[in-house]
């Protein structure tokens, strides 16, 4: 009964135990387990982000075998696709290709409503690669257009998957806007070399040279580049974001943020209608009385696939041994 606080109406709790993917049990276990590796392999120096890339050729290769298929036919072939890359990726950070000895590695896989999938890369670096100097993030890490004469390769990639914007006062409606402010906090500032500041934040070298992309008629310089790895970007062709991250305060919101689940909605079915059937006449009625939640979780058709495949959707290496405690479910 509705307002009745006796133990007898207290009701059961039910729970989502742990091995249930996506439940508040299994994102915790995930927290956890990061957070293991990090105890033994200091904070994670590299925060990576790729992003799929519907054009990529071997995804139009398989759209392009029936006529007027559109990608959102084949989750199945973009779920494997993007597998295919992330491995590929991973292989290469893990053998030292791009920023040094990698010691672990977290990554979490997710799914935009309707999107494209991403996965969060967490990278922890052998202790001689840490602590970097500016120097040391200008060779791994750039913020610039590069110059079209000497690397057209190199700028093709950043003008078409690194340039963020237009956005704040040339584009109010873009969807990083909130509240007339950029999320992203894009444009940048220009500046003429990358410094480390005393918390260990970098602040990555952005010239002003000159050089700029066009993007809807409008010229984008260097203030609007996503910090990426060149050498990354060429090779995957796909939007992918690297970050220095060594700084002991951003920790627990990395973590958080890999773990943080599955978008989620919650619906309130009610009904506050009714017709009289003497006079015809609709009546609000009470709407405590017929409310119910339903707490909603938004699955789309890659994210299917990629369950149905059994991908990982969380991955860590290397492994951590749970501990099975009596509170466990
Ligand atoms: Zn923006």
Known sequence: MRGDTTPAS??????????????????????????????WAGYPDLFITFTC????????LFLSRKPGQKIEDRPDVVAR?????????????KHGRHFGRVIAVVYTVEFQKRGLPHAHILLFLHSDDKHPTAAKIDKIILAEIPDLNKEPLAYDAVKQYMVHGPCESINSRASCMIENKCVKHFPKKFCFQTTVDNDGFPI???????????????KLDNRYIVPHNIDLLVKFQAHINVE????????????KYITKGPDRATLILEENLHVDASTGMQNMTDTD???RYLNCRYMSAIEACWRIFEFEIHYRQPAVQRLRGRLDF
């Open 10 to 39: 207290a009701g059961k709790r039910f729970v989502l135990p742990s091995s249930f993917i996506g439940s508040p049990r299994y994102m915790i276990e995930n927290y956890q387990d990061a957070m293991a590796i990090c105890r």
């Open 53 to 60: 890339n519907a054009k990529w050729p071997k995804i139009e």
């Open 81 to 93: 696709v993007f597998k295919i890359k992330l491995d590929q990726l991973l292989n290469d950070l």
């Open 204 to 218: 990555y070298r952005r010239r002003d040279n000159g050089i700029y992309v066009e993007r809807n008629g409008v």
């Open 244 to 255: 220095w991250c060594n700084c002991s305060r951003s920790i627990k919101y990395l973590f």
């Open 289 to 291: 009385e017929v409310k």
